[in-house]
């Protein structure tokens, strides 16, 4: 897509997510055979479920259906939420991802899987899991540090819930 185009259309856009109380994270025309697809991505610090996203698509198809912004011919509108390991490229990501576990690429080229327990204007502290029995270790990046963070699937990772019975 070109930059002219996913500028107009993140304009066009983004007032109507916003109103919606979701963010707009991301924008992508991909053409799937003789059709063109506008994938559209939001989200909120709290999620959004399936009625606000079902919400805004209807506000996203109005608002297309009476401009030109996608030009001549036909096209899908898809509209989802950041999949399970979504990239953090954004301060807000940060924030939202705060407990999860996180695939960091470091500035130096080295790599570290760490879980975000705080996040701040400067930057993030982190819990390095143990290795071989040892204790999990604290340590603080830079946003400067990171090249990329990408969220990590946990598939049987105790919640703190269950964590709070074990020990009582």
Known sequence: MSTTQSERLRSLLEPLVSSQGL???EIEVASVGRKRVLRVVVDSDTGADLDQVADVSRALSAKLDETDAMG???YDLEVGTPGAERALTEHRHY???VDRLVKFQLAD???LVARILTVDDEGVDLE???VKGRKPT????T???IAKARVQVEFNRKNKNEENEEEA
Not at 138 to 141: E, F, G, L, S, V
């Open 72 to 74: 001549e011919g036909e």
């Open 23 to 25: 963010d707009l994270e």
């Open 138 to 141: 604290a340590r603080r990046i």
């Open 143 to 145: 946003f400067d540090d």
């Open 109 to 111: 080229a080295s790599e």
């Open 128 to 130: 390095v899991p143990g």
């Open 95 to 97: 924030v939202r991802a």
